[in-house]
């Protein structure tokens, strides 16, 4: 059955990405070989979503609201809503400032049996900032920001079959046109696009209890690449491939638990090993990230260094054909260290009370992001509000008390799913 073989390599592709060593006895700084992948515009892959935000960040195979405009746009055409309009709010870094902050409005409608057009506008404020010049001289107090529109449209391609792609505008200011020595900088902007695809089926019977199975498909933040100078070179957005499950149990009329399970892995090229050899800055391991958008997504699969290999002195050894020797099987290991794991629980009570659970993993060498988090919801006639926490597992991790605030209106009767008209 498709359902039980998309959960199994779900499951199977999270199990080798627990499996890379991320610390601990034996392993040290060295073995860890710290890489981690960089980009511009990080905002856009911060989830605002308080409910996928409860379930440790899975919310690519989530049954479908408004937040799913920014999660994966094919699910909407699953939704029992005929619209909806959702607002969150979410304090950010509150460990290191008090004043940074990120809004997400979002909202879809349906329009006859197969067609969704949705939208989106998400705001990162980072607070309020004093430039000073190198002898710590005041210059001016200038509060950078950034922000997002999304365009949405998905298409119902079957009963259980959906597809979806966005088009997004994003510009970031973080500098005013501030002049610094022998460059003047500027905004970035970009155009980007998200693909997705939905799968759905309530034909599953799992240990004797009806249930509903998803499977959600999608690449994010497909865009050009973006510098905030005219000298500097361009850098790659935070283009992301999630692939997600989850499974529903009805266990009876007023109790339902869902499970859901994202892996995910950025689409953008692996920093490259480089050293000064002879006074040249030479490539030892890895591949030049000196390519366009479409290559170095390709490339992203393939191009970690690896662990290189050097003599007593320190110095890479270096092969007879003039490359370098990298240990063996550390490539792989390396691009199985990109793999990102969430996971999470959810329990509704007669469709009016939410418990939801869950836990993010990222190896400690690609940013060791690691943390739980909790969160409940309430619903009530047309309104939803969503609540949730991350618990950090690492002390003064900025992400530590990350609180995120989410509230929904529906609109329009109910509707009926389970067949689609033809056209």
């Known amino acids: 059955m498709l359902s039980h073989k998309l959960l199994i390599f ?19 700084q060295k073995d860890i070989q710290l890489n981690t992948i960089t980009t511009a515009m990080p905002f856009l892959g911060i989830n605002p979503d308080s409910r996928s935000g409860a379930m440790g960040d899975a919310g690519t195979a989530l049954s479908a609201n408004s937040s799913s405009v920014m999660w994966n746009t094919a699910m909407l055409n699953f939704s029992e809503d005929k619209s909806e309009i959702g607002i969150s709010y979410t304090p950010w870094l509150r460990q290191l400032t ?20 949705g939208g989106a506008l998400r705001y990162f404020s980072l607070g309020e900032i004093t430039f000073t010049d190198a002898n710590n001289n005041y210059i001016r107090d200038f509060k950078p920001s950034e922000f997002e529109l999304t365009l949405a449209y998905a298409f119902r391609l079957a009963e259980k079959h959906s597809i979806g792609i ?30 997705s695809y939905a799968f759905r089926t309530e034909d599953i019977n799992w240990f004797k209890v009806n249930g509903v199975y998803s499977f959600g498909l999608t690449i994010v933040n497909i865009g050009n690449k973006v510098s905030y100078t005219e000298t500097a070179d361009r850098n790659f957005l935070p283009t992301t491939l999630k692939i997600g499950n989850a499974y529903t149990a009805k266990i009876d009329k007023y109790n339902k638990l869902t499970v859901s399970v994202d892996v995910s892995k950025m689409l953008v090229p692996t920093p490259a090993v480089y050293e000064k050899i002879n006074g040249e800055n030479t490539l030892i391991s890895g591949k030049s990230s000196n390519v366009g958008v479409i290559v170095g997504m390709i490339q992203s699969f393939y191009d970690a260094p690896g662990t290189v290999i050097r003599d007593s002195n320190g110095d890479p050894v270096q092969n007879s054909d003039g490359t370098y020797q990298v240990k063996k099987g550390s490539r792989l290991a390396e691009e199985l260290r990109e793999i990102m794991v969430g996971s999470g629980l959810e329990y509704w ?27 409940v919801g309430f619903k009530y006639n047309i309104f939803s509000f969503d609540f949730s926490y991350l618990a950090a597992l690492k002390r ?19 509707l009926n799913n389970s067949k689609v008209k033809p056209e």
Not at 10 to 28: E, K
């Open 166 to 195: 966005n088009g997004k505008f994003a510009y970031s200011n973080l500098t005013g046109g501030l002049v610094t020595p022998g460059a003047e900088t500027k905004a970035a902007i970009a155009g980007i696009a998200d693909i």
């Open 396 to 414: 003064n991790n900025p992400l530590a008390n990350t609180m995120r605030f989410t509230l929904r209106f529906t609109l329009g009767d109910k």
């Open 349 to 375: 009570y007669n469709d009016i009370f939410a418990l939801r659970g869950g836990y993010f993993y990222e190896n400690i060498s690609k940013g060791g992001r690691q943390f739980f988090t909790v969160g």
């Open 10 to 28: 779900t499951i199977f592709i999270s199990y080798l990405s627990f499996a890379q060593p991320s610390g601990g006895q034996g392993v040290t």
């Open 98 to 117: 008090n004043d940074m902050h990120l809004s997400y409005l979002s909202g879809y409608a349906k329009v006859g049996d197969r067609h969704v057009v």
